[in-house]
């Protein structure tokens, strides 16, 4: 198809823009690409083609893009958008390539940002503004010992504007707010090729629907500018506590639910319980606390001493927890060495989400310690948790829920069943993702009914409503103005 016809003859059919013409062997094309761009090109003969591919979750290594643009500025960006267009080629934009539904992987043209990853702060003005590329740790590391911080999410290689397209929620957030309540402004290349600015004033509808809708969905954002937050306390302090057996298991997760749902907006953290089993048998510790497998664990930080830390978390601790771990940390010290998620082997994930503000009954507990201590696997390569991220409410919950596009401001607490698996054969995956469809259908009985969008679930049947609840039918209109073709899709995008 030639590049005049595209437009014309392209339509929209179902979920997306009909896209032909350009094929893996029609290479005069892709080399009119390279010629174009400053960054390079890469065709799937070339030697690093293959690992320039590899996506983070290994459930979407085989989707095997036509070719992989390796952007080196804003205007190569817009160049690729130009050219997909030209050639009916799919654009698919890939940042830090932690998309849980494949939704950075595409047979079309790849679009890979990670060299635009500039962080540049000014702390006289209080700000910060990322390349597309930048990820969590690069912006850490540019923060990193001054008296500015962005409220982020706790895992380094997740790319910043992936994250704060969904919203961005972490340890931080409830005494800092969201990712997303800190933009201030972003530049983006549209479906027709043009470049634009996206804040309060220019744009507005776009800069509404950009905080929340997820990413992938309007254009591609080649830089982002946030309003920093000023670190109240240099030093905070940070604990972890383990529970044992399944009675002070149900018992120390309820306590820290209740807690949690009135805390002060300075204590924040998770429990979590896995079926990770240490080698041998059960009793024996499981790996990082010294309590017996299987073990309930709490991690978290408080804006305070360690003193007012104990005597807010007092409710919890006095339930038998074991391991209590509890210092003072130098702010960025515990930013980066202690809540930042560690360097994981490379693996295929699944994740759901449901969020919760009142009281998970405790026979609802128990029953979801027995469901992870009977999900297949139970070793390091394959295996399941269930996680109560206590991250949402406190300054969360301030904003209006149709501010912008992210639309969870009244839930506390996200209700989170994973697995993940490296190196196993097709039957263990597939049992796995059906311990979570089936976790899955059991939280979704008792919970709210709304889902986080940064942690997309494929399997997820009310996805419009539980990603977007009252904000949705907006989001159709925003996507109708400025993507009407439905050029950027995926499998959960805002249909036109
Ligand atoms: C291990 C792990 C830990 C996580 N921790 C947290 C957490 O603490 N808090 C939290 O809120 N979330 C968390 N997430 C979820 C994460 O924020 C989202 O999955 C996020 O979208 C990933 O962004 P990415 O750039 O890494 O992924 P990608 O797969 O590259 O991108 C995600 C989506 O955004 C699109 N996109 C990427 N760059 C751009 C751009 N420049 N313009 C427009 N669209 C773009 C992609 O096409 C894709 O649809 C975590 C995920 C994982 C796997």
Redesign the pocket.
Known sequence: MSRRGFLTAATVVGGGLVLAGCSNSDSSAVKDLQRRLKGQVLVPADPKFAEANL???DRYESVIPMAIALCATPEDVQTCVRWCVEEGVQP?????????IG??TTTGLLIK?GAMNEVSVDAKVGTVTLG?GALNADLLSALRGGALMLPI???P???V???V??????DNSRWAAMTCDHLESTT?VLANGETVEASDTANPDLFWALRGA???NF????SLTFRLVEIPKPRITVFGMAFSGKDAMVAGWSAFDRLMLSAPNQLSGFAAVTNVRPLGADNKPAARYAAPFPTLTIDGSYQGTQEEAREVLAPVINIRATDLIMGELDYWDAQINWLA?GDMPKHG?EECSRFTSEPIPTDRLAQLIDRVLAAPGGTEDANAEVRLMCWSGGQVNQVAPDAMAYVHRSGNHLLRPAVWWRNQPPSMQRDLLDWTADTFAFISGFTQPGSFQ??PYSEQKDWQQAYYGTNFDRLRQVKQRYDPRNLFH?AQSIPV
């Open positions: 996506p983070a979750n698919v934009v890939r940042g830090g390539g932690h998309n849980y939704a950075s940002t597309a999410g706790t895992c290689s997740v790319g504007a992936g994250l397209l969904g919203g961005g929620i972490g983006l997820a990413g992938g254009g591609i954002n080649t998620v994930l940064n942690w995926y």
